[in-house]
């Protein structure tokens, strides 16, 4: 069976903080797709990046930065230097291969950062 | 331009109303979904259609009925509500291309007094 664990529920920083928010995950296939989420206190569900499994390599996208380690099946976010508007929930999500595949979500990470 | 809108954005009734959920996308994808979010923030797929055919239908009571007129649509109907069906309901498309990202429409809060 499919598993997203994000075992932070909440974890609060102060800004210019770095903050790593973590994911695990489980799956008997060895083609899969990774994902993060973010909701914003306004409520929609932005998409932030999506990985599949055959790649390892890290990701940077301005103050993001993803790290996927298969041996650990781990998809871990971290944002350098925290500001108050990257204050929301974090999904993790994964999916199977296939059209119409569901996303499975974890439970989502509560990040607040102050000023 | 909106990519995926659901329509309405709250939507507060009685217990035992019937009521629908309308989700259009203009991104001219193949495929649509329909999420529920509890209270607790937790993301669950209700059901998909690829094409206007059913893919996924999870564990969701029969009250629960979505209908696709057409690609573009999915919409959610509910009959006799319930308390426990309060919750943020979320509609979302994709490609046919399996595991693009799905976009998300912006949510309806059903409220059930």
């Known amino acids: 069976a499919q598993k997203v664990t994000q075992a932070q529920t909440e974890i609060s920083v102060v800004e210019k903080e770095d903050v790593t928010l973590d994911c695990v995950y489980e799956t008997r296939d060895t083609t899969y797709y990774l994902f993060w989420y973010k909701q914003p206190p306004s409520g929609e569900l932005v998409f932030l990046i999506r990985?599949?499994?055959?790649?390892?390599q890290n990701e940077i996208s301005g103050r993001y930065s993803w790290n996927f380690q298969k041996s650990t099946s781990s998809f871990n976010f971290t944002i350098t230097a925290s500001q108050v508007v990257d204050s929301a929930v974090y999904f993790c999500?994964?999916?199977?291969?296939?059209?119409?595949?569901?996303?499975?979500f974890g439970k989502g990470t509560t990040l607040s950062v102050s000023s | 331009d909106t990519a995926v809108s659901q329509t309405p954005k709250y939507l507060v009734t009685q217990m035992g109303n019937d009521k629908s959920i309308k989700c259009e996308q203009n991104l001219g994808h193949d495929t649509m979904y329909w999420y529920k979010q509890d209270s607790k923030k937790f993301l669950k797929i209700m059901f998909s259609?690829?094409?206007?055919?059913?893919?996924i239908n999870e564990t969701v009571p029969n009250r629960f009925s979505p209908k696709s007129p057409d690609k573009a649509h999915l919409n959610l109907h509910i009959n006799s509500l319930e308390l426990g069906d309060s919750a943020v309901y979320f509609c979302?498309?994709?490609?046919?291309?399996?595991?693009?990202?799905?976009?998300f429409g912006d949510g309806t809060r059903l409220s059930i007094l």
């Open positions: 259609y690829n094409n206007k055919e059913l893919i």
């Open positions: 979302a498309s994709s490609p046919r291309i399996s595991n693009q990202p799905q976009h």
């Open positions: 990985r599949n499994s055959f790649d390892e």
């Open positions: 999500a994964l999916s199977e291969v296939g059209a119409g595949t569901a996303l499975i």
